[in-house]
């Protein structure tokens, strides 16, 4: 059976399965772009440490909105891969064939689904 994205709950009795790993906030692999801030960006990459961007002389510099979880997704996706490869390559290293649990709803887009393939596509 394929590795897959387990939602988190807080209902009495549910447990997390054996074997898959917590990746949402805070932690290593939580995504720390939220819904809806608004990022600085650097040369077409998203910032290190994002948080809201301050303006500068009165107007948003190089600014874009995190409006939706598909930005949101999209964005981590570019800082793992682009940013910060150190969290990708650790995600083939760690995540491989491991469930991997989030409280997304499991009919949105969550980070962990970014995870999930990132860790898998490099043991396929």
Not at 9 to 16: A, I, N, Q, V, Y
Request: proline share 10%; aromatic share 12%; glycine share 8%.
């Amino acid at each position: 059976m394929s590795p897959q994205r387990i939602q988190r709950k807080r209902s009495k009795g549910w447990r997390m399965p054996e074997g898959a790993v917590y990746v949402g906030r805070p932690g290593r692999w939580g995504n720390p772009f939220r819904v809806p801030f608004k990022y600085r960006w650097a040369d077409d990459q998203p910032c290190p440490y994002p948080g809201p961007a301050r303006e500068t002389q009165g107007e948003w510099e190089q600014l874009e909105r995190c409006e939706t979880l598909h930005h949101a997704v999209f964005w981590y996706e570019a800082w793992i891969t682009r940013m910060v490869p150190t969290i990708a390559q650790d995600a083939v290293t760690y995540l491989a064939g491991r469930d991997l649990a989030c409280w997304c709803p499991l009919d949105q887009p969550c980070h962990g689904d970014v995870l999930l393939r990132i860790a898998n596509e490099a043991t396929a």
